[in-house]
T-cell receptor, first 109, second 116 residues
Framework: RKEVEQDPGPFNVPEGATVAFNCTYS??????FFWYRQDCRKEPKLLMS???SGNEDGRFTAQLNRASQYISLLIRDSKLSDSATYLC??????????FGTGTRLKVLA | EAGVAQSPRYKIIEKRQSVAFWCNPI?????LYWYQQILGQGPKLLIQ????????DSQLPKDRFSAERLKGVDSTLKIQPAKLEDSAVYLC??????????????FGPGTRLTVL
């Protein structure tokens, strides 16, 4: 089993839709979780950190479920500019960041 | 605040040649990471430094890859000799190296390597 697993997608959604991605992790001792956004041919950029049960930033909501060992990212009112790959990242061990393979999102006009 | 700097941005070499990448982390960041990202995959950690010491190099192909972080600031990653399967983006990232539940890493723009 991979340490961090994501559905690779692609998720094709119309503008204005709500879309959610899930990510599961295997190490129950993991303490910190992140969502990064990566545009085509660009570096990953931090979207949100998830340190406790979850947090919200505008149209984006991240939630953590420690019992089931998954985190989720919800995007409301999708914009064309949200089209990107969303990487789930788990901090596990001594500053050891484990990346999922990413979920591709395409928002359609 | 200046971000993570990397050079070169692009490199094309032939197999069996050597190549080196350079990274300058965000000022004050103790932890530095080198990742390899193959198209369609997430970044894979190659090596992790804490100041100038290696924390994790378990996934570094040591027969051809080497990395150093002299003086605990800049770092170089070298491949010698390169193989076709080394074609990828090499990402450098850094973080403050705080307590585990508050640390966050930031990425440089990457070096896109093509091995012909």
């Amino acid at each position: 089993r991979k340490e961090v697993e994501q559905d690779p997608g692609p998720f094709n959604v119309p503008e204005g839709a709500t879309v959610a991605f899930n990510c599961t992790y295997s190490n129950s001792a993991s303490q910190s979780f992140f969502w990064y956004r990566q545009d085509c041919r660009k570096e990953p950029k931090l979207l949100m950190s998830v340190y406790s049960s979850g947090n919200e930033d505008g149209r984006f909501t991240a939630q953590l479920n420690r019992a089931s060992q998954y985190i989720s990212l919800l995007i409301r009112d999708s914009k064309l500019s949200d089209s990107a790959t969303y990487l789930c990242v788990v901090l596990s061990g001594t500053y050891k960041y484990i990346f999922g393979t990413g979920t591709r999102l395409k928002v359609l006009a | 605040e200046a971000g993570v700097a990397q050079s070169p941005r692009y490199k094309i070499i032939e197999k069996r040649q050597s190549v080196a990448f350079w990274c300058n982390p965000i000022s004050g960041h103790a932890t530095l990471y080198w990742y390899q990202q193959i198209l369609g995959q997430g970044p894979k950690l190659l090596i992790q430094f804490q100041n100038n010491g290696v924390v994790d190099d378990s996934q570094l192909p040591k027969d051809r890859f080497s990395a150093e972080r002299l003086k605990g600031v800049d770092s170089t990653l070298k491949i010698q000799p390169a193989k076709l399967e080394d074609s990828a983006v090499y990402l450098c990232a850094s973080s403050l190296g705080l307590a585990e539940n508050t640390d966050t890493q930031y990425f440089g723009p990457g070096t896109r390597l093509t091995v012909l």
